[in-house]
């Protein structure tokens, strides 16, 4: 990790002064190294031609822009037989030569510009101070060098579009690392076959079944093995699948469905008690049904037990208390408990 200090670059420059006003920040620096090497024969100097002054953007201070001054020198080279004869002082950890920013200014405007891309990388720059363009941000990432990648073994190919239904290209694709390896910029079989020759190597050769990048294998990969890849494949299957179901396909006969049965409202009486009435109501329709088939619950809860019938063995009469028989005069009235005649009188 870099360290962060307040000079980009303090082991090549000092620091000599540090300017603050509304337009942003200022920062004076001036190179300290005793000599310089020609970039041409690649010779150290201690000759100075002159002095020379460049002005470098910085990373901004809590939302203020950083301007760096660098004071740097012409140098002579002493080399007789070098072409060059005068060059600037470079300062590689500073900033790249003919910069306008630093190298970790530059570093942040790359590392937005790969990840967020143009226009929205420029708006999210400028809510931290550093105003920068769309354009800049793409040129800096198309200006990034690709990583060399070897010839893949097993590559896949596939058709991209640039723009759909208008302009299509194609992309090569590493099987075994999974990442891309290069883009094309048609899908034309003269095209696949050139890539596949500046590149040999490829032993299997993952495709759809179109015929163009058959072909192009063919011409520039002889030796490989052609697969259809998966996805193509069960693709296919599935459209050969649905064709041959749709020409066998016969018409069912058509079936009779009846109508569901109607349901009665319920009463207004179990719709406003609700279930709980509705339940009441099931009980009491139970308990009618066993009374009248001689039925009564079991002490146990756990079913009905027989009632016994009248026939085999038969109620006996009900007997008046004494004290309501006592009640009841001599005269012929019944007793309005037992029915049976009374005497006169008390029963002592």
């Known amino acids: 990790m870099a360290a962060r200090t307040l000079v980009p670059d303090p082991a090549v420059v000092t620091l000599e002064e540090l300017v603050a006003d509304a337009a942003g920040i200022t920062v004076i620096v001036r190179a300290r190294r005793p000599a310089a090497c020609c970039p041409d024969c690649g010779q150290p100097t201690r000759r100075i031609h002159s002095h020379s002054t460049r002005r470098l953007r910085d990373l901004p201070w809590q939302g203020l822009g950083v301007t760096v001054v660098v004071h740097t020198r012409r140098w002579r080279c002493a080399t007789p037989h070098c072409p060059r004869r005068v060059f600037t002082e470079r300062v590689p950890t500073l900033a790249p030569p003919h910069s306008r920013r630093t190298t970790r200014l530059g570093r942040l405007v790359l590392a937005f510009g790969i990840a967020v891309g143009g226009r929205p990388g420029a708006r999210l720059l400028a809510e931290v101070g550093i105003a920068v363009s769309g354009d800049t941000l793409r040129r800096a990432v198309a200006a990034v060098p690709l990583p060399a990648v070897p010839s893949p073994r097993v590559l896949g190919v596939d058709d991209w579009s640039l723009r759909k239904g208008h302009t299509y290209g194609t992309i090569v694709v590493d099987r075994e690392r999974?990442?891309?390896?290069?883009?094309?910029?048609?899908?034309?079989?003269?095209?696949?076959?050139?890539?596949?020759a500046a590149h040999p190597g490829a032993a299997v050769i993952c495709r759809d079944r179109g015929g163009a990048y058959a072909d192009g294998a063919r011409q520039g990969a002889p030796d490989a093995v052609q697969v259809a890849d998966r996805w193509h494949l069960l693709a296919n299957l599935g459209e050969a699948l649905e064709r041959a179901v749709v020409a066998e396909r016969t018409p069912l006969p058509a079936l009779s469905v009846p109508a569901p049965p109607r349901r009665c409202p319920p009463t207004?009486?179990?719709?406003?008690?609700?279930?709980?009435?509705?339940?009441?109501?099931?009980?009491?329709?139970?308990?009618?049904?066993?009374?009248?088939?001689?039925?009564?619950?079991?002490?146990?809860?756990?079913?009905?037990?027989?009632?016994?019938?009248?026939?085999?063995?038969?109620?006996p009469p009900a007997r008046c208390p004494p004290r309501v028989a006592a009640d009841v005069g001599a005269s012929t009235r019944s007793c309005r408990t037992c029915g049976s005649a009374g005497r006169r009188g008390s029963v002592g």
């Open 268 to 315: 207004s009486g179990t719709a406003r008690r609700g279930k709980s009435g509705a339940n009441n109501d099931m009980r009491r329709s139970r308990g009618y049904a066993r009374r009248g088939w001689g039925l009564a619950r079991s002490p146990t809860g756990s079913g009905c037990i027989a009632r016994p019938s009248a026939s085999t063995s038969p109620r």
């Open 178 to 196: 999974r990442r891309p390896v290069d883009l094309l910029p048609d899908r034309s079989a003269a095209t696949f076959a050139a890539w596949l």
